[in-house]
């Protein structure tokens, strides 16, 4: 059973514009989500992280906004740039002190120039 | 600046060999993980530690084994390679959570593995 949901695979969008990538989840004990980036032939990395307290967070260009209600959060990155192409990893952590993160499937982002 | 490091960026090896990578942080992080990517699938755990010489099983396990000797280093072994197991490994680590922040998850670059 999927618990993190990425149910688009792919976006597509125009340079200057915002990019927002969804993620969905079923456990309502994750209290703390993240979002990685990822190129062809490298590791992930971190983007921007949330805690279930809060319902926004932003840095920079990057803003991840969590509604716990609907066991939703996003991404927007504003504007899109061509380097922002890659593909996105949404992750969900449990309460405890050794827990594990569960990751989505990922979307891959395509940014026009 | 948090540093992890696999042995190999890419390897090849035959059906049935036995195989090791190797993973190393420089940040004296208490719990270690082992990732496999696939297109499609995403990021699937297959075996995690919290300490030294304590390993759990992630969600594909079969086929896999890990040893954890000393805490910067978290080993991964296929015991008779398969091409099933053609994939892209990636090691990660994180510190014990409320130890402060931050309490990202760092990734290796990744090993790309491929069995013929």
């Known amino acids: ?113 | 600046d948090v540093k992890v490091t696999q042995s190999s960026r890419y390897l090849v090896k035959r059906t049935g060999e036995k195989v090791f990578l190797e993973c190393v942080q420089d940040m004296d992080h208490e719990n270690m993980f082992w990732y496999r990517q696939d297109p499609g699938l995403g990021l699937r755990l297959i075996y995690f530690s919290y300490d030294v010489k304590m390993k759990e099983k992630g969600d594909i396990p079969e086929g896999y084994s890990v040893s954890r000797e000393k805490k910067e280093r978290f080993s991964l072994i296929l015991e008779s390679a398969s091409t099933n197991q053609t994939s892209m490994y990636l090691c990660a680590s994180r510190r014990l959570k409320g130890t402060g922040v931050p309490y990202e998850q760092y990734f290796g670059p990744g090993t790309r593995l491929t069995v013929t």
Request: charged share 20%.
């Open chain 1, 1 to 113: 059973d999927q618990q993190v949901k990425q149910n688009s695979p792919s976006l597509s969008v125009q340079e200057g514009r915002i990019s927002i990538l969804n993620c969905d989840y079923t456990n309502s004990m994750f209290d703390y989500f993240l979002w990685y980036k990822k190129y062809p032939a490298e590791g992930p990395t971190f983007l921007i992280s949330i805690s279930s307290i809060k319902d926004k967070n932003e840095d920079g260009r990057f803003t991840v906004f969590l509604n716990k209600s609907a066991k939703h959060l996003s991404l927007h990155i504003v504007p899109s740039q061509p380097g922002d192409s890659a593909v996105y990893f949404c992750a969900a952590d449990l309460t405890g002190a050794n827990s594990k993160l569960t990751f989505g499937k990922g979307i891959t982002l395509s940014v026009r120039p």
